[in-house]
């Protein structure tokens, strides 16, 4: 016997059976039952969402022999050879192939004839907005005056390219892509009849790839089972997608958030020796990051797959450590990645070049204050290696202190304590103020001109002082000294704006055997 696809095996046979769009279903069950079924309808949505599906069980339901309420009942002659594709009432047509003015004539011309053996002749187009313009004329005067006998159902992807003349004849369906949970359980189900091993992980990354589409969920999971007995984990589906797995992203951001190059160009090359699709890659990161974000701003309820606590909690590990701002930075960065390997092809040069300065620690010379000196002698610029395919990078850089976040994150840890030992004054005192350290070790407490007030409080209230000096110490481990000014005593930052320490200018310099030259 020949081997059916699963999509075809599990293809709905009645309303019930068909996934998430309920909205679709109840609403032409009603029609039949109360044998108000319109002559023409319009199913939009994305590819593999159930449009055919549901076009060839209307088509089944308007035919069936049994009671209204029954259709499609699967078992009377209309039912089944409308199942086999063998009724000659039911066409089906593909519009990208069959576009032109004579294909919709000579359906015009058909559609005249009464149906040779049951109730409707049903005309199912797909792709329809691929018509021409005299074709979608044609069509257009049979769908002014339809026979009763005739049944039109017109699908299409890109409901935007048709005329609305078409449209308003019409009464329209949108179908929507499925939630990545429902594709799960569909996929569950599937594997369970077949007495198959497919762990939960790689189902739920199966129904992920798939983007909402059901067909396309079954055709990856097809694909699965015919790799062979035994289990299938989720390696196995990510080796077949050619997407790196989660550790990969996990292990990016960790170098994000460390500044740590070194991992950051390891995890690049593992990645190029894996031979991973680099678009694939740079989507599934961005998701990853997006993610992350979402964590961050909606805490536990964020709307997050979720399928491994496990996953939920590095993801609150990272929007801990991840500033919000370095988080929006990496999302607009990769989708120009993405883009520009869309048009480039250059996947692996451009995502490294673009991870390499989202992980770059922050330079004296960007307007970031400056560190004490022992913070900055081990803040050298790393030489970042330049790895050539297929070979490993010539040395590891050192792993470098994140600088200007270090000091937020304990500053804003100041401030925390500060109101959860109801410090509350102390706390709205120090609220306008920028920190950054000085040359002298001191930490500069910076109020701008207009927060002369909070700063005049600050410098007089022996009090407060206290009060800080209590929670700097608790958070930073050790006495710190601090010293108040406006923005005018502002210590210039130190160091160099020298820009080829910069990591990527330099990696460009190196890679392209280039010298900087001044820009007019
Ligand atoms: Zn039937």
Redesign the pocket.
Known sequence: MAYTALYREWRPQSFSEVVGQHHISRTLLNALKHDQVSHAYLFSGPRGTGKTTVAKLLA?AVN???APGD??????P??NSITAGVSVDVQEMDAASNRGIDEIRDLRDRVRYLPVEYRKKVYIIDEVHMLTEPAFNALLKTLEEPPKHVLFILATTEPHKLPATIVSRCQRFDFHRLDIKLITDRLQQVVQARGANVTPAALWTMAKASEGAMRDALSLLDQCLAMGAGVVDVGEVQGMLGQAGEDAFEDICRALVDRDLGRLVRRLEAITAAGQDWRQLTLGLSQYLRDILLVKLCGAEAPVDAHDPARLDVLGHFAQALPESQLYQALETLAGVEEAIRRTGRGRLLLELALIKLAAPVFPGEGVPVPPPEVAQDREVPKAPIPTGGTPPRETPPSVRPARDDLQCKWEAVMDRLKKSRQMSVHATLQPVRVAWGEDENLQLVYAREYDFHKSRMEQDAACHRVLEAALREVFGRPVTFKISGEEGMQAPAGSCDPKADPVVKLALELFDGEIIKGT
């Open positions: 089944k069936c022999l049994a259709r499609p009942c699967n078992a009377c209309a039912c």
